[in-house]
């Protein structure tokens, strides 16, 4: 019997919970003005009126609403890796957290297509391969369609 590895995707380690039930990304929040950074700040608040340097990790919301979205109907280039034997065009999207008042980009899950799409179309974070190799399965979050009870 073949275990499979789960790992979170090259560069994406520490942005989000791989093996959390309910998924969300991990972001930080300054301690001095409250703006909230997706991915990660090391160097400082993004807000032009803050000097904060110091930040709390927190789990950003599960749901968002599609802001914006194209599809990749192109293979894009290294360090991308083809998950199947052709490229399969796959549908990106821009969702935006209210909460946060942050737009994350990602992928949306296999079989949404763009006529599936539309701005303010509610979404929730999804854990989702990106590729396999070998015995490990690389992961990545994706934006999924909310069906009917999914979000409040």
């Not at 904060?52 to 914006?68: C, I, N, Q």
């Amino acid at each position: 019997m073949t275990t499979t590895t789960r790992v979170p995707a090259l560069g994406a380690e520490g942005w989000f919970t791989p093996d959390d039930p309910e998924p969300a990304l991990l972001g930080m929040r300054c301690t001095t003005c409250g703006t909230y950074v997706f991915p990660k700040a090391d160097f400082g608040c993004p807000n032009p009126a803050c000097v904060g340097l110091a930040f709390d990790e927190v789990r950003l919301s599960r749901f968002g609403t599609v802001w914006s979205y194209t599809d990749a109907r192109y293979q894009p280039p290294a360090p991308y890796v083809v998950p199947t034997e052709e490229h399969e065009p796959f549908c990106i999207a821009a969702v935006h957290l209210a909460d946060e008042g942050l737009v994350v980009m990602g992928q949306m899950v296999p079989g949404v297509t763009v006529d599936d799409l539309r701005v303010g179309l509610p979404v929730e974070l999804v854990v989702d391969t990106l590729f396999t190799e070998g015995e490990v399965e690389h992961v990545i979050w994706k934006w999924k369609p909310v069906t009917e009870g999914g979000a409040d």
